[in-house]
């Protein structure tokens, strides 16, 4: 496609043309290394009082006017479809406009008929999300993003800002160029690329955006709370160590040399290293310094997790965030705007709950439903497991683990009968609480593991981060060995897709997910570019990355993508249903459900995650549901 060079006309030239029935649309704001999205999100970003936004650019394709916002024509594009890149920002940021007054029309609020996103749509193909990054992957066209970072700090524009203030700097030459080019860009995407985003992806972009805006509901007076009792904690702990500031690793290597203990090479909890020094010095009042340390930073962590919810708060009590549509490559979603809530802690830090700030408002429970061990079922099904599936399907309340120990480990219980008929006898939990057996840790090592082609070197961790398995590498060498002989189908898996991929040297390799498979309409690939095949392995790009990949990798994005659309699939029903989501976390869905009929709805909402995917013939699915007053797990 050759990109257009529109016209630059002024607000004046523009009002008195023809407009195209699609817009690019796109906002410049003020920001400093204090102050930005990356770090408050949308929606504090644009009520915080140093809030500004200088300049519009609005293209069709054939013209484009750059100006300050309040004077630009908006009743010119009432009605038309606007697509900008990274529509969430611009849109909050237009609202906030429109609340402050500096955007208005004569027939009232100047509206869009669709407000896309250029940025999303890229994602979802798997190019850059970044503007830059997709017009270099799409068109060959290099954008000079240095003039937005010559702007940082510096306030712009002829108008008030909204803490009242007056910029004199007007909108310069090059301010004008740069503006222009991003509205032009969006639009020149989305006209190249739009064809490719199915309506049901567009769909879940939008009830993403939707849940995000809508925000949870937050216990401010536990919030407010905890963050006293944090700061006293930082205070308190930070008055036991003989040194100031506090956290100085300087200061803390010299009081560790005065009493004659080398200092760690690191103070995290989790190092390997720092976890030998421990056990070399423990006598040593240097291990109970690092644990205050350890405490103080743990404690500043939580307290700045509860200060940004806080920043978040909008005026009807609820909590606003961003969640990002397509987050990974496998279409996943990700946390994002400086709050990652995907990412909360699972144990109280500090005696805090990051969960538990996310409660049920008045007159409401909250159902959390999620899909239990999806990934286990998923990389079975692709791998065409049927047998170790039909295991699933007989003892539905089975886990994975006990499920993969009878089918890989040749465990049975003492009274048990080989085969998947196993309803009723002792399970695997039970049987190691009796014995004491360490065999449903070592299942679930191997479940999380191994699937996906870790070798034995790596599975040593593995094993002890995810089971707290302590091994040595022969015998993890002897533990990888007999899974891929126990699991021929999943390593027949991992070497099918190296093979595939390799074959597309010099080219792109399209990994097509299931629902394509059976309904081009849902049509979803991965999508791995430029791909490069030799004797060292293979390299390709993905999300405008260059990245080595291999049987297992591919196998772990594929078994990933797909238990994401067995999400995303489950979302749309239930929305289908009237049941929206406010929080979605991984493989879980929480929702807010009135109490009259919570019971009712939790029992609706788990049935529509269960239903059968035409897609998917034969993945046995169980989703597992609760009702509580704060979210949890």
């Known amino acids: 496609m050759k990109i257009l060079q529109p016209e630059r006309v002024t607000p004046n030239v523009w009002a008195t043309g023809n407009v195209g029935p699609v817009v690019g649309v796109d906002f410049e704001t003020f920001y400093s290394s204090t102050y930005s999205v990356s770090q408050m999100g949308n929606w504090a970003y644009c009520n915080d009082k140093r809030f500004n936004a200088w300049a519009v650019s609005v293209s069709d394709g054939e013209r484009t006017c750059v100006c300050e916002p309040a004077e630009f024509p908006w009743g010119t594009i009432a009605g038309r479809e606007w697509v900008s890149h990274n529509r969430e920002f611009d849109e909050t940021v237009f609202l906030r406009l429109v609340e402050l007054g500096f955007i208005n029309g004569s027939a009232g609020t100047p509206r869009p008929t669709k407000w896309h996103c250029s940025a999303a749509l890229c994602a979802f193909l798997q190019l850059p999300r970044d503007l830059a990054g997709a017009a270099w992957a799409v068109f060959g066209v290099e954008l000079d993003k240095s003039v937005r970072s010559r702007a940082k700090g510096k306030q712009k524009g002829s108008g008030f800002g909204v803490q009242g203030s007056l910029f004199t700097d007007g909108i310069s030459d090059s301010d004008q160029d740069y503006a222009a080019c991003d509205a032009e860009m969006a639009l020149a995407l989305w ?16 009830l993403t955006c939707d849940m995000g805006r809508r925000g949870v509901w937050v216990d401010w007076e536990y919030i407010e709370a905890n963050l006293t009792e944090l700061n006293n904690t930082v205070v308190n702990v930070g008055g036991a160590l003989p040194w100031r500031p506090a956290l100085s690793i300087p200061k803390f290597e010299e009081a560790c040399t005065a009493i004659g203990t080398p200092p760690p090479r690191s103070t995290s909890a989790s190092d390997p290293d720092f976890l030998t020094w421990v056990r070399e010095q423990i006598r040593s009042e240097a291990v109970t310094w690092v644990r205050y340390m350890q405490r103080i930073r ?18 009807d009590c609820r909590m606003a965030y961003e969640l990002k549509y397509f987050g990974a490559s496998t279409g996943r979603w990700s946390g994002g705007g400086g709050l990652n809530v995907q990412n909360f802690n699972r144990k109280p830090a500090e005696g805090v709950d990051l969960r538990r700030c996310i409660t049920a408002p008045p007159g409401f429970v909250l159902a959390v439903v999620d899909y239990s061990q999806i990934e286990s079922r998923v990389l079975l099904f692709l791998a065409g497991d049927a047998e170790t599936l039909d295991m699933f399907r007989a003892n539905p309340e089975a886990d994975a683990y006990e499920i993969h120990a009878r089918a890989t480990m040749g465990w049975e219980p003492e009274d048990g009968v080989q085969g998947s008929g196993f309803s009723g006898e002792e399970t695997l939990r039970d049987y190691c609480e009796r014995t004491g057996s360490g065999l449903r840790q070592l299942a679930k090592a191997r479940v999380l593991g191994l699937g996906f082609g870790c070798g034995a070197r790596r599975f040593v961790e593995v094993a002890k981060v995810m089971a707290g398995l302590e091994i040595g590498e022969e015998e993890s060498e002897r533990i990888v060995r007999e899974f891929r002989e126990s699991n021929p189908k999943i390593v027949s898996l991992w070497q099918s897709l190296n093979d595939a991929c390799a074959s597309c040297d010099g080219s792109k390799y399209l990994l097509p997910l299931p629902c394509t498979q059976v309904n081009p ?61 406010v929080l979605s976390v991984h493989d879980e869905l929480v929702f807010e459900v009135p109490e009259a009929s919570a019971e009712e709805d939790l029992r609706r909402i788990v049935g529509i995650l269960e239903e059968p995917l035409s897609w998917a013939p034969g993945l046995p699915l169980r989703a597992d549901g609760k009702l509580c007053s704060v979210y949890a797990k």
């Not at 006209?191 to 939008?206: D, G, S, V």
């Not at 743990?298 to 005026?315: C, F, G, H, I, Y």
Request: hydrophobic letters at 40%.
């Open 191 to 206: 006209r190249e690329l739009e064809k490719h985003w199915p309506a049901h992806e567009r769909r879940l972009f939008n």
């Open 298 to 315: 743990s404690a500043n962590r939580t307290a700045k997790v509860l200060e940004s919810m806080q920043a978040r708060r909008m005026p």
């Open 521 to 581: 309409v849902l049509s979803r690939f991965l999508i791995y570019r430029d791909v490069k095949a030799d004797s060292e392995g293979i390299e390709c790009t993905v999300g405008g990355e260059r990245i080595r990949v291999y049987g297992g990798l591919l196998a772990e994005n594929w078994t990933q993508a797909t238990a994401r659309d067995v999400l995303a699939s489950a979302w749309l029903r239930c929305d289908a249903q009237g049941f929206r989501p």
